[in-house]
């Protein structure tokens, strides 16, 4: 869902972008078997790199701007999901 129906690029890219990933989540997390997770994960990750750009650019990186390409990609070979391991 996410590389094909740009999931989490939309909020980037649109006006109302919350809202229009909420209802794709609303819609989409029932049959994902808890895919919805790591999404929200990967958007949380995006946001706060692009949050920390827009109000401190001076503490961004480069490897930070790198990450932020790789969290918002819609290349299947390009992208990354942010995750957790708990043990």
């Given at each position: 869902?996410?590389?094909y ?83």
């Open positions: 869902m996410r590389i129906n740009k999931y989490i690029t939309y909020n980037y890219l649109i006006l109302f972008s919350r809202v229009y990933q909420f209802v794709k989540i609303y819609i989409f997390n029932p049959s994902s078997a808890l895919f919805s997770c790591p999404n929200a994960m990967t958007d949380g990750a995006a946001f706060l790199i692009k949050e920390l750009q827009s109000k401190s650019p001076s503490l961004v990186s480069e490897d930070m701007r790198y990450a932020f390409e790789r969290l918002t990609s819609n290349n299947p070979k390009h992208f990354w999901t942010s995750g957790q391991w708990v043990i």
